[in-house]
């Protein structure tokens, strides 16, 4: 069975009590590399945009996306909102006008959605940013065959996890954290760990 425009809002109304639940984890990460405002920034985008779905869910998957990377790229600060925004908006666009979310156009989204954050952030694996969270995660998704939505969720998860804790050796090229050089080394990047914190949700909302 697919995802309907009211599963992914139901994914993205959990998101929002992820980031409220870390934003305090968040923060701590972002104090000694960056501007000490990852965990907030989020919190205030995901919390908005649960209040617009309160108000109205739209009518496809596609569209309920579309609305997240609105509202994340107007209310987040900083990098995040529009690496996330344009990461939700590729999605959006990924999966077109269908009426449910397939294993397929998951898939098709997550990719999108990394292809989005890469062209946006001019980052790759290794700069030690959400890419090295979200690029395992896409290629673990893919690699999943016919397990459905649940398992392709499930396996991106577990790889964006293991992709988020890679960060902590490496020398940060991109971002505010990548100003401190060597000094960046030992501290896990926040944005890799969101990133890894959303599809955890996710696919618990999927499970």
Do not use: W
Not at 80 to 94: H, S
């Amino acid at each position: 069975m697919g995802c309907t425009a009211n599963d992914v809002a139901a994914a993205l109304r959990a998101a929002a009590d992820t980031m409220a639940e870390h934003r305090g984890e968040l923060t701590d990460l972002d104090r000694p590399i960056g501007d000490a405002d990852h965990g907030e920034n989020l919190n205030r985008g995901f919390t908005a945009l649960a209040g617009a779905l309160s108000e109205a869910v739209p009518d496809t998957p596609g569209a309920v996306l579309k609305l997240a990377a609105t509202t994340l790229i107007s209310k987040v600060g900083g990098a995040a909102g529009p690496l996330y925004g344009t990461a939700f908006l590729r999605a959006a666009t990924a999966v077109g006008q269908a009426e449910e979310l397939t294993e397929a156009t998951v898939k098709a989204a997550l990719r999108a959605g990394l292809d989005g954050v890469v062209a946006r952030g001019k980052a790759e694996v290794g700069d030690a940013t959400m890419v090295d969270a979200l690029a395992p995660a896409v290629e673990a998704a893919e690699a999943v065959d016919d397990g459905g939505v649940a398992a392709v969720l499930a396996a991106a998860a577990d790889a964006a996890e293991r992709g988020a804790e890679s960060t902590t050796p490496l020398v940060a090229r991109k971002g505010r954290a990548s100003y401190l050089g060597e000094r960046s080394v030992g501290h896990l990047d926040p944005g890799a760990r969101s990133t890894a914190l959303l599809l955890r949700t996710f696919a618990e909302v999927e499970r």
